[in-house]
């Protein structure tokens, strides 16, 4: 194999492993000086120095990472993080979403309580509803608000945004409803925009916002020409991302246009090829220089440097040399997914595109043609996609083969328009007529193939072991190597194995999930037969009118991931919005078979909905008795109790307060180690639960009442319940106040750990009969 | 050569297996803590190494009444059990911290101040359980009756309908109503007159 490739691979994984190899950097420097002493005493032998190339390869990824990972400055505005400042700074980046743009600003001056400071560093900044080209990059504008960290995985996700913004040297972020606009941007930097907006506002003016959107992602990409949601989501249900990110296509098709015109004028080649370089990256600064873009722009160089010199450059270097030139400037390039992506289409492109077209030779010519390269993409990008997402589009051939064919034509007209734009207006127009409609025609098809039933498969997202071992079956599919048939036979005989060891490495009996849905509570437990759900978080209103709740936001992703398809038994503890909300959509994505509620929970209009829809779904509702009994299995059981009762007659008259007291409240009993799920009970259902017959309050994991609220958890219950480890379910500062800081000091003085889900993330508490592990998203 | 092809297939097999097993061992989250399910008695606060006591609490709290509570247990706490202070309640936050004596009576104070405007919300609750005169059951219309201690308007309402058909002859014919049970009458008997 070839030595670049080998220490192409070699750096990679010294990247990827940095963190882990860090510790034992010696053993590659003994391995360097092992490998230079074989060399130096039997020259003839290779391996030596082979040995002495990768290990120093290695090296070089485990130590420059960690110093070229961006750390916030001594000035960074990440010192500020949670305090109210009125902020100003120059607009770096900006992209525009659908509802809010996103921008990247370069802090200059901060003034908190009078005080003013200097600040050199970036933060990620939201702004609502701006009109489009309102705001420039290069303007100064001014903010107020308060600044806050990036958000982690709070419920055992694998992408963290914080993470994310760190990557690329932002460490804070800021939600503002308002801006001022201190001074517009200046000379130099205004080119961009301008050529920009030139090359756009054409599209506007002559086409729907649709259409003139998605022609505009096109040749710009989506960073700068946002296309609408609902367009968005269908793209993503085809599993057609990608054609809205700008990629080798565009870059290519400048470069040859330059090339083709300076060659017919008959210009010497080092002039054209300096002449093509500079209008690649030109176009790269143009479309805000995504990850994507920037590797082919790297290929389309290397190829260009060749064509000065009356070379020919093969494809399979110049792509590993350029990957390795940007992952040499900033590591970091690898954990950006666009990259990523990018690399694995073309790298499956080169390798495997022409063994499959042969492959496919029985079809006819145009089919095998196109089917060859679109499989050998989707192949090396698909392990990626499954360990990332868990999802699989199962329309992708039909629509990228549709999707090819259109967004080729589709490209040189908005190209051609966007040119001809410069000429007259009246020329654009013209052209952009037929583009008008292939683009409708586009659109309305992808629309009709989104109706099909189920176009997007979700499943659980595929381990880390499973991601190597499917790359390694790819390159030894595609690539020559010694004992092939024996290796290819082994990974695959590899896959069920593992996959039986690491069911049995992560077993556990009952595994209890309170997971972080803000101000809300929702508790996922797991059994080897049932999934019980207890409450689903809060319900919202979106500034557009929209409903939002939590099921949508944590606990149908938390499902995914976990693999789950039905629920079992949901469980309501009373009919607050912040303990059902997130049914709402729970219901319609998921199966749920019985729902458990107490019959007296008000009538109000929206709950008496969520039961509606329930029943609809085919749902059976089922109010429990006191004290009623589900044996789960031999040894778990849940017990349920009501302790209050609306026809009660000694009960404290305020509405809200009487529902907070009858909540169901439930035991998890397994075998010793026990679980109380409190709901919102306050002292006096406290005192009437510890007065029920038969009740048992000992606990060892305890789901403290009404997300630590003064009102409860008072001492006669806690010395009660005794619990080893208290679990609060708040969201980051919310506007009740939760947890009163005094009942916190309370568990905490009496011995018992205190897990607050917005400190900690998810928790999630594994049992196993006598002993329980206890692990949280967020590690303090 | 079938054996040799199988043994190396299998080996290598064994070998791929066990790196991916290391690899989900090392990259797989760690719980951060593992504990027995009982806890051990000088861990955790139990009622047998914390002495009880009894204490009366009286005055502007929602719940007067006989306590029971751990000694060495904060004022705080108590107040807490007795469902907390009414908003008359003269307290100085520093009081709240004080710790309990055994068999001590707390009696906390109301605000000797006359309040201008009269309370809202919880406070309306709060003076629904005194009020000043007595309720006459003949003649008392709506309002009035809503003001007895666990008398709703519904439950008004049927005692208007009630007293309708059958005018009051004595106190306890109240108990006629349906959805008033000697429990209910037993608490607003005191505060009724015919």
Redesign the interface.
Known sequence: MNPLYLMTLAYALGILLSS?LWPCWWIFVALIALGLWRYTYARQQPYGLMLAGLSLAVLLGVVWTPLRQPAPAVDDPSHFIGQSVVLSGRIQEMQWQEQQVKLTLLAEELSQNQQLHLLSGKIRLGLKQVPLGQLHVGDRIQVAGRLQAPSQAQN?ERFSYRDYLARQGVFTQLYARDFKLLSQAQGSQTWLPRVRQFLLAGFDSHLAPAQARVLGSLILGEGVSPVPSEVKLNFQNLGLQHVLAVSGFQVQLVMLAILWVFQKCGCPRWFTAILAALSVWCFVALTGAPASVLRAAMVATLFLLGYACFRKLSALPALVLAALLILLWQPQYIFDLGFAFSCLATLGLIISAQVLQTRLSGLPLFLSGALGPLLAAQLWVLPLQFYFFGQFSWLFLPANLVAGLFTTLLTWLALAAALAGALSSFMQGLILIPAGWVASCFLSLGQLLVQLPQPLWSFRPI????L??AY?ILALSFAKCM?R???I???L??AP??SA??QF??ACPVKVTYLSVGQGDATLIQTPDQVILIDAGPRWKKANGEFDDAGKRAILPFLQQAGIKQIDLAILSHAHLDHYGGFFSIAEAVPIRQFVAAPDQGDSSQYQGLLKRLTQHGTQVIAPANGSLLALNSQTRLVFWQALHSDD??I???ASHDLNNRSLVIQLIH????FLFAGDIE??GEQALLAQPGFQPQA?VLKVPHHGS??SS???FM?AV?P?EAIVSVGERNRFRHPAP?VIR?YQE????VWRTDQAGAVCV??R????????AI?S | MYTRFICMTLSFSALFTSLGLGLEYLYSPKPLLIAEAHAKSETAPSTVTQPLTQVLITGAVNKPGLYELPLGSRLDDLISLAMGLSPSADLSPADLLRRIEPGEVVHVQAKTTVAIKPPKGKAQSSSKTQPTKKIQIRTAGLNELTQLPGIGPALAKRILDYRQAHPFQRLEDMLQVKGIGPKTFAKMKGQLSL
């Open positions: 882990s055992f381990d880390l072991s499973f190597v071992l390694l004992y048939p024996q290796l036979l082994a990974l005989l590899s194995v593992l060891g690491l490495q992560r007659e000694d404290v008259s305020q075998q010793e180690v026990r002292a006096e060892t003064k009102t008072g001492l006669a010395h005794q080893r005094a309370r009496s011995g018992t750990r594994c049992s009969g006598r002993s329980y592990e206890i692990l949280s590690a």
